[in-house]
């Protein structure tokens, strides 16, 4: 379904039934919110959780952007390595008021906040920015964008720069699997013909580089996120794989250092990507994670002045 959020058509899914704690999940660049596979969101629902997934602006269902053009992308990649301000047609701030507008929409005051890749830098910023709707932050394989933290390895840099062979269907299929051959999680392969089927299926529903390429731009010009990842204060995992390729686990440590208080837990085997054996990996971590931050902030509530007189008393 659709909703009005921040102005904006978003298209929305949720499962799981009001009266539940919500998990708001977020997905990555270019990625529309099937790529959160339905067999990680039944996990959660089964976990006891209302899930809400939503295509970010200007890919798959939701509004696009492709009035803003997506100027020269050479040359704000250009920018974005010699440190110099990069231009975009929108940023992840604007992006996170999207998201902050779905919860608004679907009339949920507070949600336990899921992100992937470029997902875990918005989940990253609405922790900051709204921290009153934030029960809970969970970043996944996603990094804090601070500079000279590592970048994905050569040949994936590479491969990322090549076009498919054609436009066809099957040559984008094909283009899409060579990429995912070199981020998979190396613990856990998939078959090329479960990769086409979810890639067709992806591709049937929405295909839309140029929103790709703005919402990459938008990454390049989050340049002081680093400097906003201090002022999150709310029950904080950071999930990443020890094998991933694309954004290294480096960028996931960094994170975690950024944020007071947050726990830092590396994947064995997993790189990055969701293969059914990662997303029940990850669905045990933050599950139990969500849970015990409502039990926290349950006890909290009923009694303010003795969980403070604890806390200021621990050894």
């Given at each position: ?6 102005g ?9 039934g ?6 708001l ?25 209302r ?10 269902l939701?509004?696009?952007?492709d ?12 920018r ?12 992840l ?21 899921v ?10 910023r ?12 969970v ?69 839309h ?21 201090p ?50 990996i990850l ?23 003795d969980t ?8």
């Amino acid at each position: 379904m659709k909703v009005t959020a921040n102005g904006l058509q978003i298209e929305v899914d949720d499962t799981g039934g009001e009266g539940r704690p919500v998990i708001l999940l977020i997905m990555g660049l270019g990625m529309q919110l099937v790529a959160w596979p339905t067999a990680f969101v039944q996990q959660l629902v089964d976990a006891g959780f209302r899930v809400v997934r939503h295509d970010n602006r200007d890919i798959g269902l939701s509004q696009g952007f492709d009035h803003a053009g997506t100027g020269n992308v050479v040359w704000q990649t250009i920018r974005h390595r010699l440190g110099l301000k990069v231009h975009s047609a929108y940023t992840l701030q604007d992006m996170t008021l999207d998201s902050i507008g779905v919860l608004d929409a679907l009339g949920i005051e507070k949600a336990h906040i899921v992100g992937a890749s470029m997902g875990g830098m918005i989940a990253q910023r609405l922790a900051a920015t709204a921290p009153q709707r934030t029960a809970s932050l969970v970043s996944i394989m996603s990094s804090s964008g601070a500079r000279g933290l590592p970048g994905p390895r050569r040949e994936v840099a590479a491969m990322l720069m090549r076009r498919p062979r054609g436009r066809s269907e099957s040559d984008l299929v094909a283009h899409s699997i060579r990429l995912l051959r070199l981020i998979q999680s190396p613990a856990y392969p998939q078959t090329d013909e479960a990769l086409a089927e979810r890639l067709t299926f992806g591709l049937r529903r929405s295909y839309h580089p140029a929103g790709l390429m703005r919402q990459m731009l938008a990454i390049g010009a989050d340049a002081e996120r680093p400097q906003v990842l201090p002022r999150i204060h709310v029950p904080t995992l950071v999930l990443h794989g020890d094998a991933d390729a694309l954004v290294p686990i480096a960028c996931g440590q960094d994170t975690a250092k950024r944020i007071p208080g947050a726990r830092f837990v590396a994947v064995p085997g997993m790189g990055h990507d969701l293969p059914p054996e990662v997303c029940t990996i990850l669905a045990n971590h933050i599950a139990p994670f969500a849970h015990a931050a409502d039990t926290a902030d349950t006890a909290h509530t009923a009694h303010p002045a003795d969980t403070a007189f604890a806390k200021d008393t621990a050894p």
